[in-house]
């Protein structure tokens, strides 16, 4: 195991209210990212992480919000959740450098929002 | 900007037999890496293989090769004697400059 785990798995929230996922990781690693999928687009990414306090965004980042103020942990914020958001987010960890290393998942946080 | 194309419609292969999934890419930048994960019905998402832009050789592991073919920009998954247990959805991606970036995936289904 890459030593990765998210919380919660799964949530159901109403539309308006905020949601804040959380990417623990005890590996150490310097890179963190999120990720949302959904049928038809593939694993999108949504913001990552370069170091604690160090982030960017993805393709997808409207609406989201990130932090990193240790290196284990990395939060998703949905400020007010709408429909749109009702995804599978992935945590991802590692990498090497700027294009090596693999990458390790967690189990994915079902996210609906009614 | 970088950006994965995964065309194929969803798959087929008789079990044993060799299938390639199809991935091209694009990027302007001379380094970046090239990832194949596999993505069971179960959901977790799992390595499979490697390739660095600047790697001479085809990265192989186990049954898996990668055909890289650089001026081409593709990055074709070979599976070799293909088991039911390669059913899945299969993602092709590429890391440039920390991002990972991920093209819509592939649905192959083996035949017993």
């Known amino acids: 195991d890459a030593g990765i785990t998210q919380s919660p798995r799964h949530k159901v929230t109403e539309t308006g209210t905020p949601v804040t996922l959380r990417c623990h990781q005890t590996?150490?690693?310097?890179?963190m990212y999120w990720y949302r999928q959904d049928p038809g687009h593939g694993l999108r990414l949504i913001h990552y992480?370069?170091?604690?306090?160090?982030?960017d965004k993805g393709e997808v980042s409207d609406g989201y919000s990130v932090s990193r103020s240790k290196t284990e942990d990395f939060l998703l914020t949905l400020e007010s959740a709408t429909s749109s958001q009702t995804s599978v987010y992935f945590c991802?960890?590692?990498?090497?450098?700027?294009?090596?290393?693999?990458?390790?998942f967690g189990e994915g946080s079902r996210l609906t929002v009614l | 900007a970088q950006k994965i194309t995964q065309t194929q419609p969803g798959m087929f292969v008789q079990e044993k037999e060799a299938v390639t999934l199809d991935c091209t890419y694009d990027?302007?930048?001379?380094?970046?890496?090239l990832f194949w994960y596999k993505q069971p019905s179960s959901g977790e998402m799992i390595f499979l293989i490697y390739?660095?832009?600047?790697?001479?050789q085809n990265a192989t592991e186990g049954r898996y090769s990668l055909n890289f073919q650089k001026a081409r920009k593709s990055a074709n998954l070979v599976i070799s004697a293909s088991q039911l247990g390669d059913s899945a959805m299969y993602f092709c991606?590429?890391?440039?400059?920390?991002?990972?970036?991920f093209g819509k995936g592939i649905t192959l289904s083996v035949r017993p």
């Open positions: 991802a960890i590692g990498g090497q450098g700027n294009y090596g290393g693999e990458l390790f």
């Open positions: 590996e150490n690693h310097r890179y």
């Open positions: 992480s370069y170091g604690v306090k160090d982030t």
């Open positions: 990027t302007s930048d001379q380094s970046y890496g």
């Open positions: 390739q660095g832009s600047y790697d001479e």
């Open positions: 991606a590429m890391r440039v400059i920390f991002r990972l970036t």
